[in-house]
């Protein structure tokens, strides 16, 4: 398949059977979700959700679909009945061609004074891994890791452990729109030095064969 990098936290896989995008959030480009078939969104922050950006993809093309979460997808279903599907930790479905499995309940811990939300990651074709805003370690051996990499949540040694628990063969940047060019390098090299993986980065609109 063909991953494209959007802006922060958002991806576009592509393979001959359809396009699917995950994470299209206020961050991203505008543009950013149209012309998929299938939309994955994490959770409801607007960084990973974007309302706007959601309803002109399906209004542009009326056999997209979305699959969510029920606190995103009670925001956005009502408008578009039977094309808002609810999941959860455990489900699997098929998505643009992909089949897609989810991962993982809850968002990482922000701070202990503020609740924790619903959030969940999603294997692709048993090969990508996106958690969202968390670090879930799906029951199975991962390839491609989509790794947020800089939040408000986390810190680096986190994120090098991270990696080491997943084991994937590589692991790509997301989640990265608050990192700043400046520390980019420190973060590459601690990354790539610990974490036992191929630490890869692409810069926003740039592509990989996966």
């Given at each position: 398949m063909k991953l494209t990098k959007?802006?922060?936290?958002?991806?576009?896989?592509?393979?001959?059977a359809g396009t699917?995008?995950?994470?299209?959030?206020?961050?991203t480009e505008e543009d950013a979700a149209l012309g998929a078939e299938a939309i994955l969104v994490t959770h409801e922050h607007p960084d990973h959700f974007d309302e706007g950006r959601l309803r002109a993809a399906m209004e542009a093309d009326p056999g997209?679909?979305?699959?969510?979460?029920?606190?995103?997808?009670?925001?956005?279903?009502?408008?578009?009945?039977?094309?808002?599907?609810?999941?959860?930790?455990g489900d699997?479905?098929?998505?643009?061609?992909?089949?897609?499995?989810?991962?993982?309940?809850?968002?990482?811990?922000?701070h202990p004074d503020i609740p924790r939300i619903t959030?969940?990651?999603?294997?692709?074709?048993?090969t990508v891994f996106h958690p969202g805003d968390a670090l879930t370690v799906p029951d199975q051996p991962v390839d491609t890791l989509l790794l947020p990499v800089m939040a408000p949540?986390?810190?680096?040694?986190?994120?090098?452990d991270y990696v080491r628990?997943?084991?994937?063969?590589?692991?790509?940047d997301v989640h990265d729109a608050l990192l700043t060019?400046?520390?980019?390098?420190?973060?590459?090299?601690?990354?790539?030095?610990?974490?036992?993986a191929e630490h890869l980065r692409l810069a926003p609109g740039g592509a990989a064969e996966i």
């Open positions: 959007k802006t922060h936290s958002c991806v576009r896989l592509q393979s001959p699917l995008v995950i994470d299209p959030g206020g961050f997209t679909r979305i699959w969510t979460l029920r606190a995103v997808a009670d925001k956005i279903g009502p408008a578009f009945p039977g094309r808002v599907h609810t999941v959860g930790h699997t479905f098929t998505a643009a061609g992909f089949e897609v499995q989810v991962h993982g309940e809850l968002h990482a811990v922000i959030n969940v990651g999603y294997l692709v074709d048993g949540w986390s810190k680096l040694s986190e994120v090098v628990e997943v084991r994937p063969r590589r692991a790509y060019d400046l520390a980019r390098p420190i973060y590459d090299r601690q990354i790539g030095s610990l974490a036992e």
